[in-house]
């Protein structure tokens, strides 16, 4: 008996001394580190992969909101196609993915706060010379132009990949509503999967946007269930790809921060949500990326940032075989056009 | 941090059922002794596909049930119903995620049939406490990043174990009185005002140490 105390009482102290945070900085090229930025409340982890020694950080913004960078955009494509040219930071929002902690209300200016402390720290660690460009996807096209636009914030990046991004809430759900009538038509008239497109556009017909959540996620939902009815848009970009085992993610953490931005109203107060009226404040490289198929965030948005931002250097990718996780579905494509843009812009 | 023990206290104490509320059905033919029950300690090995960690507890038998049963052919068939609260302090690492250490009071319902099959449905609620598996920082709205030492939070933990395993007869000191295999699902509260879980795996056994008794209360009912 004595025996077994002991044998725990080792087994406790060895996992205690191992509960010692270790620092790691690495400036190689092909680093892996993991850290967290703790900002009110929230502790958010930032995984850093890639090549240090390019002296360019990708950060991803993913989106959601409640999705998870860390899970489900640091996948094989990116592995092979970005991190060995440059570095990525896979950083998961507070209340997504991997992170821990608790908060006051959620809102976009926390998360553009979020963001901007995400990219001070970035240099801190790895050097004020290192180069950062953000690649947001989806909701991140909302905290990206939150952060662009307050103060001098622009002068912190080298430029912003903006894919699928979606800048204006209620301006996406009427696009989406209009394209899904509209393409839902064209498919009954071309007598493809009659029934299924009829119910999308009966639906997006008795539903007009306004502002609630109730009827974006209808729409929504919509979206994704015409991607799935396109035979055009190349596989990829599951959601089952979550389930696969990646560094430093947890599958049940980041169900539970789902849930918590859910049930947190955000997604009711983001219906209010609009960067169309500040987008002319933008003047750095920008590139926008969007899938032809994107129901979910139309190409109608990304065509507003090109109109309206006042960069000098901008240039709008089509993938023509993409819904809207077109870097999953043309991953080629995509990367290539992310690497053409850095490369110009570095 | 206070609060958060005041309510784990409030709690603890109504998970103690007085023994004079007798949960468990009584009949006029039953019979109730006071007995002497040794401490009870368990050990157990916490692991997932993801983590792995460790438990031990203390605790002591609240009240136990033993029916009799006799079979038509004259055979004593003996079950026996426990009900035990624990103190229990847990520990598990998940890699690159945390560490996470919780303090719980855990009340044990038990069961052994003849064939001294165990069975468990324990309920928990404690405190916990993570610590981050790599380096923290916070920065100021003037941009100036610092190191967080001991970086981690505070939550409510609570949920539930249940199991299968084998019962070992009359025990000795320091004996091994059952091993089980158990399901535990954990939460955590506050995550982001909202419910974390974590689902894992338990091998558990328990043992009786003698030397340290404690009075509990026994029920003895027959049945033809």
Known sequence: ?346 | MKKILYFCLIMLHFSIISEAQNALKMTKNDTIIAIKSPILTKQSLLFSTNSLGGQIGVGKLLKQRETHRFTKSGQERIKTKSRALYATLGYYYQPDFQHNWSLAAEYAMSRVNRKGLYSEFAPFLGVSRTFLTATSYSVSDNGVVTKDNLAGNWYVTGGFSTGLGKHFETPKWGSLETVSAKFVLQTFYPNFKFIAIKPYFQVQTTWELPKFETNAQKMIKFKS
């Not at chain 1, 991190?83 to 209300?105: F, I, L």
Request: glycine residues 8%; proline residues 3%; charged residues 20%.
């Open chain 1, 1 to 346: 008996m004595k025996n077994t105390f002991s044998l725990i009482f080792l087994f406790f102290g060895i996992l205690t001394f191992s509960a010692c945070q270790k620092e790691k900085i690495s400036l190689g090229t092909n680093i892996q580190d993991l850290f967290y930025l703790d900002n009110q409340g929230a502790k958010m982890p930032i995984l850093v992969e890639g090549n240090m020694a390019s002296g360019i950080i990708v950060l991803w913004i993913h989106g959601g909101p409640g999705g998870t960078a860390i899970g489900f955009q640091n996948d094989a494509d990116i592995t092979a196609f970005l991190e060995p040219k440059y570095t990525v930071a896979y950083w998961d929002q507070r209340a997504a993915g991997v992170s821990q902690g608790n908060t006051s209300q959620l809102g976009v200016s926390l998360y553009a706060e979020d963001l901007k402390k995400v990219i001070i720290l970035l240099k801190s660690r790895y050097g004020a010379d290192k180069k950062v460009f953000l690649l947001s996807h989806s909701w991140g096209g909302l905290i990206a132009p939150a952060f662009l636009t307050e103060g001098s914030n622009q002068g912190m990046v080298q430029g912003w990949i903006n894919v699928a991004g979606a800048h204006n809430y209620i301006k996406n759900d009427s696009l989406t509503r209009d394209y899904l009538i509209q393409y839902g038509k064209e498919q009954v008239a071309k007598n493809i999967n009659i029934a299924r497109w009829q119910d999308i556009v009966d639906y997006a017909e008795a539903h007009v946007p306004d502002y609630t959540f109730k009827t974006s996620s209808g729409l929504n939902l919509c979206a994704s269930t015409a991607e799935g009815l396109i035979s055009d848009i190349n596989p990829g970009g599951s959601i089952t790809d979550i389930f696969q085992s990646k560094t430093a993610f947890s599958f049940f953490a980041a169900a539970s921060n789902s849930g918590a931005t859910y049930f947190s109203g955000l997604n009711d107060r983001i219906m209010y949500a609009e960067y169309s009226s500040k987008l002319s404040l933008i003047k750095l490289p920008l590139l926008c990326i969007t899938g032809k198929y994107d129901f979910t965030v139309p190409r109608g948005l990304a065509d507003e940032v090109m109109q309206k931002a006042a960069s000098v250097k901008k240039k709008l990718v089509i993938l023509p075989h993409s819904g809207h996780i077109c870097m999953s579905q043309e991953p080629t494509t995509f990367y290539e056009a992310v690497i053409k843009f850095v490369e110009e812009n570095k």
